[in-house]
């Protein structure tokens, strides 16, 4: 067998394509099999449908562009009126409560000091306080009060501060297809 693709079809449901000498056994979804087969113009196709587990995750944020996209399809936690250094503080306090980190706090090259806004992944299911999460996020909001404390966000036009939303939407947007993708 030669493996040639995977496919994610729908929320749980991952198609494997692999070339084959032989024909595939009876499956349960023979309707779907077909339209795979179909699909891919393959004379002889094997087709294993499997459970994908997904990672399931919260994002916290003060982005609104990051809650619009994502407000329907996740656990999400809008606080529009939260600074940069409060969203931290939040996670941190998500944290000591036993979730754990999925993107780092301080993703992307813009300086805490420099944008107001910050979205980032908690896992959605609680455990037991996970060390290395802690860490992080403590070592993130140091890094970010120093930075803040060093020079005040300053007060940006429109234009900018667009930017700045979009920036942090790009980063988290990215972070949360790769997880998909991986997970």
């Given at each position: 067998m030669i493996h040639i693709n995977e496919i994610n079809f729908g929320y749980n449901r991952k198609c494997v394509i692999c070339k084959t000498?032989?024909?595939?056994?009876?499956?349960?979804?023979?309707?779907?099999?077909?339209?795979?087969?179909?699909?891919?113009?393959?004379?002889?196709?094997?087709?294993?449908?499997?459970?994908?587990?997904?990672?399931?995750?919260?994002?916290?944020?003060?982005?609104?562009?990051?809650?619009?996209?994502?407000?329907?399809?996740?656990d999400i936690i809008y606080?529009?009126?939260?600074?940069?250094?409060?969203?931290?503080s939040y996670v941190r306090n998500k944290i000591h409560e036993g979730y754990k980190l999925l993107t780092h706090p301080l993703s992307g090259s813009v300086k805490p000091n420099e944008t107001p806004f910050k979205s980032v992944g908690i896992s959605t299911e609680k455990g037991k306080l996970d060390i290395e999460s802690l860490e992080i996020i403590e070592a993130s909001i140091n890094t970010a009060k120093k930075f803040i404390e060093g020079k005040k966000t300053p007060r940006w036009t429109t234009e900018i501060l667009e930017d700045f939303r979009l920036i942090d939407f790009n980063l988290i947007d990215g972070a949360i297809q790769s997880m998909d993708q991986f997970y």
């Open positions: 000498d032989t024909p595939p056994n009876e499956s349960k979804d023979q309707e779907f099999v077909n339209k795979v087969r179909k699909t891919f113009s393959l004379e002889l196709v094997y087709v294993k449908l499997q459970e994908v587990k997904i990672l399931k995750k919260t994002i916290i944020t003060n982005n609104i562009l990051v809650y619009d996209k994502y407000n329907e399809k996740m606080l529009k009126e939260y600074s940069y250094l409060e969203i931290l």
